[in-house]
């Protein structure tokens, strides 16, 4: 009895001991979709296995407006937030005030994730996030509706989709008002930056700004694209589309309302969810192409890091390692068709059966086109601000294409000023 008695007293005094040394850590995680419930399974498997809390915070939908928080709250050297999700673009930004990470992650895990973003990640030699999920735009398609008006494939081509698109949407409107043929993200932010930046690309006209830095954006090709998307505006897609981010296009399609979609890999998981009216109707496919052309996709992704100024260092890099590691990039790939940065994983069996266009459309995540994020540095936010701005004047037939990108190039020019 004594020993059983001695025995239990050390287990409490241990269980004390583990208590007072647990930490609460807060976490800015995501609030896109059904981001936040998959941050919140997942800190809470870290928190149950370490005996530690995770507190998350909800943040801005659209990535601008997190971008502005974020750097308000790191320039003030604030410990508020231990861990942030950040875009595969911040880097550059914010990289300054964010924790090398080689030193708490074995570096056989990272090895395990694409070398590409790895590198995007790496600041001055540091190690300054980890990949969690990469992503890239895809074509949606409604597979019902397509057999019902007599296509056997999605769309090649930016004519081939127009032209779907209007029939089916002059056919469903007949029992459906609400039916349009295409939606997208259009609303001026960095959302239209990445399918503006598709458009332009598919179509042969580059990257805005070139790996030596010249500026690109003001030439034939890049004019002929956005004069073809101006003309789906009203056509095909609805005047509307000018309003929509990630989610108002999501909510559009998962009503039953759209034919085809453009939008990242986390749309998929949603749209076939029980209860869904378009579960077991959705395809997806690489993103059509323009004249001469070929499909193109902005490479997307978020990473997650430790702030600098956090007060729990350790236990907030040991968070970030249990969420970046295969085991819970598997869960979230499976459970919510996030796309795993480890490449092993698109190999995986569970990973395909659930979500099969990771294996079709490998080519396309692992050769999606970057944001000229790298070579314009810490100028790279006014380059997109300027960009989508642009763009979006040409959506709303504000300005023809020819002009805008004209006025584009001034711009980026005073921006870059005597270099990025």
Same mark, same amino acid.
């Given at each position: 009895?004594?020993?059983?008695?001695?025995?239990?007293?050390?287990?409490?005094?241990?269980?004390?001991?583990?208590?007072?040394?647990?930490?609460?850590?807060?976490?800015?995680?995501?609030?896109?979709?059904?981001?936040?419930?998959? #941050?919140?399974?997942?800190?809470?498997?870290?928190?149950?296995?370490?005996?530690?809390?995770?507190?998350?915070?909800?943040?801005?939908?659209?990535?601008?407006?997190?971008?502005?928080?974020?750097?308000?709250?790191?320039?003030?050297?604030?410990?508020?937030?231990?861990?942030?999700?950040?875009?595969? &673009?911040?880097?550059?930004?914010?990289?300054?005030?964010?924790?090398?990470?080689?030193?708490?992650?074995?570096?056989?895990?990272?090895?395990?994730?694409?070398?590409?973003?790895?590198?995007?990640?790496?600041?001055?030699?540091?190690?300054?996030?980890?990949?969690?999920?990469?992503?890239?735009?895809?074509?949606?398609?409604?597979?019902?509706?397509?057999?019902?008006?007599?296509?056997?494939?999605?769309?090649?081509?930016?004519?081939?989709?127009?032209?779907?698109?209007?029939?089916?949407?002059?056919?469903?409107?007949?029992?459906?008002?609400?039916?349009?043929?295409?939606?997208?993200?259009?609303?001026?932010?960095?959302?239209?930056? #990445?399918?503006?930046?598709?458009?332009?690309?598919?179509?042969?006209?580059?990257?805005?700004?070139?790996?030596?830095?010249?500026?690109?954006?003001?030439?034939? =090709?890049?004019?002929?694209?956005?004069?073809?998307?101006?003309?789906?505006?009203?056509?095909?897609?609805?005047?509307?589309?000018?309003?929509?981010?990630?989610?108002?296009?999501?909510?559009?399609?998962?009503?039953?309302?759209?034919?085809?979609?453009?939008?990242?890999?986390?749309?998929?998981?949603?749209?076939?969810?029980?209860?869904?009216?378009?579960?077991?109707?959705?395809?997806?496919?690489?993103?059509?192409?323009?004249?001469?052309?070929?499909?193109?996709?902005?490479?997307?992704?978020?990473?997650?890091?430790?702030?600098?100024?956090?007060?729990?260092?350790?236990?907030?890099?040991?968070?970030?390692?249990?969420?970046?590691?295969?085991?819970?990039?598997?869960?979230?790939?499976?459970?919510?068709?996030?796309?795993?940065?480890?490449?092993?994983?698109?190999?995986?069996?569970?990973?395909?059966?659930? &979500?099969?266009?990771?294996?079709?459309?490998?080519?396309?995540?692992?050769?999606?086109?970057?944001?000229?994020?790298?070579?314009?540095?810490?100028?790279?936010?006014?380059?997109?601000?300027?960009?989508?701005?642009?763009?979006?004047?040409?959506?709303? =037939?504000?300005?023809?294409?020819?002009?805008?990108?004209?006025?584009?190039?001034?711009?980026?020019?005073?921006?870059?000023?005597?270099?990025?």
């Amino acid at each position: 009895m004594k020993k059983f008695a001695a025995v239990l007293g050390l287990t409490v005094a241990f269980a004390a001991a583990s208590q007072a040394h647990a930490v609460t850590l807060t976490f800015a995680c995501d609030s896109v979709g059904q981001g936040f419930d998959e #941050c919140k399974k997942g800190a809470d498997a870290w928190a149950k296995k370490t005996g530690n809390t995770v507190k998350l915070v909800q943040v801005p939908k659209e990535s601008d407006a997190r971008l502005a928080l974020y750097q308000q709250q790191l320039g003030a050297k604030a410990s508020d937030v231990d861990v942030y999700m950040i875009d595969v &673009v911040w880097p550059g930004l914010i990289g300054q005030h964010l924790m090398d990470l080689s030193k708490s992650i074995p570096a056989a895990e990272v090895k395990a994730h694409f070398p590409a973003i790895v590198q995007n990640n790496t600041v001055g030699g540091k190690l300054i996030a980890m990949p969690w999920f990469t992503d890239a735009g895809v074509l949606y398609y409604r597979t019902d509706l397509l057999k019902k008006y007599g296509y056997n494939a999605p769309p090649k081509t930016w004519n081939e989709l127009a032209t779907m698109a209007q029939k089916i949407q002059a056919g469903e409107r007949k029992s459906n008002p609400k039916f349009v043929g295409y939606v997208f993200q259009g609303k001026n932010y960095e959302g239209l930056t #990445c399918d503006a930046l598709e458009w332009i690309s598919s179509f042969g006209g580059g990257s805005i700004v070139d790996p030596s830095g010249k500026i690109t954006v003001n030439n034939p =090709k890049a004019v002929q694209a956005l004069q073809a998307i101006q003309g789906l505006i009203g056509t095909a897609a609805p005047a509307a589309v000018t309003t929509y981010g990630e989610e108002e296009a999501r909510n559009v399609w998962q009503a039953g309302n759209s034919a085809f979609m453009r939008n990242w890999p986390y749309a998929y998981a949603a749209g076939q969810k029980e209860g869904s009216p378009i579960a077991g109707k959705i395809g997806v496919a690489a993103l059509p192409a323009g004249p001469g052309g070929k499909p193109a996709a902005t490479l997307g992704g978020w990473q997650l890091a430790v702030n600098a100024y956090s007060k729990n260092p350790k236990e907030a890099a040991d968070l970030v390692r249990y969420l970046t590691g295969a085991q819970e990039q598997k869960r979230r790939a499976v459970q919510a068709s996030y796309n795993p940065t480890i490449a092993t994983l698109y190999k995986d069996k569970d990973v395909l059966k659930a &979500v099969p266009f990771f294996g079709s459309l490998y080519d396309v995540f692992t050769n999606a086109v970057a944001r000229p994020a790298t070579v314009t540095g810490s100028k790279y936010n006014q380059v997109s601000d300027a960009f989508s701005s642009a763009v979006y004047s040409v959506l709303t =037939k504000k300005s023809a294409p020819g002009p805008a990108l004209k006025t584009l190039e001034g711009q980026l020019a005073r921006i870059k000023g005597r270099g990025w």
